[in-house]
Structures are given as structure tokens and as C-alpha cells.
């Protein structure tokens, strides 16, 4: 196991147009976090996912934003009719379980330039 | 509400030099609170947490709830700590909360 992976690793899109990430976690972990991470700030906090559920989205999270895990395995997120300040490092997150002392494992991000 | 800040963009230190990076939490209850790093075209991933209280690659941070804080601390800098430096707190709800990190800096 490689650890998280993630596709694609780098993404330009034009304003408007749908995209789509994917996120293969660590093959035992149940759950599964997105983060974004914008130029100078920290990873904020999207969704996150233990199984299939999802268990809590962030205010961040727009309607024009989705995400799925439909088999408790990888995760997609979609970005509809992107904007500009959707521009930012998309990261994805696993753990092998929700606590505290259960460390989040994270993949290489997707880096989205919407133009 | 819950917030971790990093007070520090970056800090530029020679080798040898001592190091601290501050950190400041708020949160109501017992805070659990990590440090992440991220070197050079290298994912993120987690360097300490204050629970087990050990001392990786030299580094160390101490949990100072009555100043709200969770500095990061080494006696002495290497060339190869370079690198992106995050506070985390682990929230009430299951996920990580990030401060806005710290760019170490150790010169020759």
C-alpha cells in the first residue's frame, strides 16, 4: 500500500465548466476527510466520510460542491460551474478510525486553477 | 470557537540555533493537538502529538493550557527541518483544525 492517492494531481479548468476529483484512501481506514488549502493558509476542513456516510460538511461546502464515498472505499469530490476562488489544493485524508489518537494519513492534494 | 492560530509566517533561523513556533488554541474542554509538516514537494503528514509526549526528530511541544498554547521547540536547527510547519486541533466533531503554518527557514 502507497498510502493515499489522489487524481488527477493537477487540474485547469475554465470558469463554469464541472470537475471531478478522486481519492483512493488507505485500504483498511473507514474514514475519509477532504480538506481545501488556499495560497498561505492551513488545510479548512470539508467533509468527511466514515463508510459511506457522511458525517458532517463544512459551511465551505456550497451547494455547487458534492462529494460521494458510495461503497465505503474511494471518495469523489465535484466542483459544478467553478468559480475562480475555487482555485485551491485539494486534499484528501484517511484514518483508520475517528478518534483522536487515530492519525489522519494524507495524499499529494489536486491543485484546481479555474481561469 | 474553536481556533488554532500560528502567529508566525516565517521564521529564519542559522543552523545550531534554538527554535520555537508558536502555536495558540482556543477551545472549550481538553484540547488534543498535533503538529503537521510538510516538506518540500512532500505531502503533509504528522509529526507529533502532545498525548504521547515524545520527541521526534529532536522536536518537541509542550501543552500550556493555561496560556492556550502548544509551542514547537528544538535545542538545535538542521538545514533539514526546512519546511512548512502546521498546529492542528483535533475538534469536538472528528476533524482536524489547522492554524495558518509556519515557514521554517535554517540556514548554513
Known amino acids: 500500500d502507497t498510502g493515499v492517492s489522489q487524481d488527477p494531481r493537477h487540474k485547469i479548468t475554465k470558469r463554469g465548466q464541472n470537475v471531478t476529483f478522486r481519492c483512493d484512501p488507505i485500504?483498511?481506514?473507514?474514514?475519509l476527510y477532504w480538506y481545501r488549502q488556499t495560497l498561505g493558509q492551513g488545510p479548512e476542513f470539508l467533509t468527511y466520510?466514515?463508510?459511506?456516510?457522511?458525517?458532517?460538511k463544512s459551511r465551505l461546502l456550497s451547494d455547487r460542491f458534492s462529494a460521494e464515498r458510495p461503497k465505503g472505499s474511494f471518495s469523489t469530490l465535484e466542483i459544478q460551474r467553478t468559480e475562480q476562488g475555487d482555485s485551491a489544493m485539494y486534499l484528501c485524508?484517511?484514518?483508520?478510525?475517528?478518534?483522536?489518537?487515530?492519525?489522519?494519513?494524507f495524499g499529494p492534494g489536486t491543485r484546481l486553477t479555474v481561469t | 470557537a474553536q481556533r488554532v492560530t500560528q502567529p508566525e509566517k516565517l521564521l529564519s533561523v542559522f543552523k545550531g540555533a534554538p527554535v520555537e513556533l508558536k502555536c495558540n488554541y482556543s477551545y472549550s474542554g481538553s484540547p488534543e493537538l498535533f503538529w503537521y509538516v510538510q516538506y518540500s514537494r512532500q505531502r503533509l503528514q504528522l509529526l507529533l502529538r502532545?498525548?504521547s509526549r515524545e520527541s521526534i526528530k529532536g522536536f518537541t511541544a509542550d501543552l500550556n493550557k493555561g496560556e492556550t498554547s502548544f509551542h514547537l521547540k528544538k535545542p538545535f536547527a538542521q538545514e533539514e527541518d526546512s519546511a512548512m510547519y502546521y498546529c492542528?486541533?483535533?475538534?469536538?466533531?472528528?476533524?482536524?483544525?489547522f492554524g495558518q503554518g509556519t515557514t521554517l527557514q535554517v540556514k548554513p
Open positions: 485524508a484517511s484514518s483508520y478510525g475517528g478518534g483522536w489518537s487515530y492519525e489522519q494519513y
Open positions: 492542528a486541533l483535533f475538534s469536538n466533531t472528528g476533524k482536524l483544525i
Open positions: 485500504s483498511e481506514h473507514n474514514r
Open positions: 466520510f466514515q463508510n459511506e456516510a457522511q458525517l458532517e
Open positions: 502532545h498525548i
